[in-house]
Antibody
Framework: EVQLVESGGGLVQPGGSLRLSCAASGFTFSRYWMTWVRQAPGKGLEWVANIKGDGSEKYYVDSVKGRFTISRDNAKNSLYLHMNSLRVEDTAVYSCAREVNYYEGGGTYADSWGQGILVTVSS | EIVLTQSPATLSLSPGERATLSCRAS??????LAWYQQKPGQAPRLIIYDASNRATGIPARFSGSGSGTDFTLTISSLEPEDFAVYYC?????????FGPGTKVDF
């Protein structure tokens, strides 16, 4: 069974930093793209970043470029999101998800999700 | 950057009725589009991938269609557990935005 468990959230002041972790189990972690998605309270889903299985490709939404860094440790089956210069508008539940490629040449889609972790940016 | 719009914002229906949800992209995403269902307090659930393929375990009452810029999610006969928010998500080019969502409620 695929399991994704986020940790590292909490309350942080504007301008501060946090590192989120996502512990993966039940699948061969290194073979999959992984993604971070966030959801502000009462709002919709926002894709934040994703990373290829070997870590060689990383992509970000414009609003976090230069502030957030996605990384992974395949030996530890773990995904990370390093968040710096946090803003009030970064307040959200952050979820990690596994992306599946159903066939060669097709897109990748988030088929398994963690329950999410709350990050609150407030003074 | 591709922008997704969804309509309607809210769809008020009863169990047994047919639901038709629309997603429009600001430029072509070919067939690289997914639909997710989200219920309060729960993680999103993949319903449709590549515009028209049902994900594992998704009932046949869910169907997706479209390509390019216009996509539709159809629920042929609503069950009580289908009342939720549905998001489309393009996977064609980075960044990868979600649509704003359509709430299907009573």
């Amino acid at each position: 069974e695929v399991q994704l468990v986020e940790s590292g959230g909490g309350l942080v002041q504007p301008g501060g930093s946090l590192r989120l972790s996502c512990a993966a189990s039940g699948f061969t972690f290194s073979r999959y793209w992984m993604t971070w998605v966030r959801q502000a309270p009462g709002k919709g889903l926002e894709w934040v970043a994703n990373i290829k299985g070997d870590g060689s490709e990383k992509y970000y939404v414009d609003s976090v470029k230069g502030r957030f860094t996605i990384s992974r440790d395949n030996a530890k089956n773990s995904l990370y999101l390093h968040m710096n210069s946090l803003r009030v508008e970064d307040t959200a539940v952050y979820s990690c998800a596994r992306e599946v490629n159903y066939y060669e040449g097709g897109g990748t889609y988030a088929d398994s999700w963690g329950q999410g972790i709350l990050v609150t940016v407030s003074s | 950057e591709i922008v997704l719009t969804q309509s309607p914002a809210t769809l008020s229906l009863s169990p047994g009725e047919r639901a038709t949800l629309s997603c429009r992209a600001s430029q072509s995403v070919r067939s690289n589009l997914a639909w997710y269902q989200q219920k309060p307090g729960q993680a999103p659930r993949l319903i449709i991938y590549d515009a028209s393929n049902r994900a594992t375990g998704i009932p046949a009452r869910f169907s997706g269609s479209g390509s390019g810029t216009d996509f539709t999610l159809t629920i042929s006969s609503l069950e009580p557990e289908d009342f939720a928010v549905y998001y489309c998500h393009q996977r064609f080019s980075w960044p990868l935005p979600f649509g704003p969502g359509t709430k299907v409620d009573f």
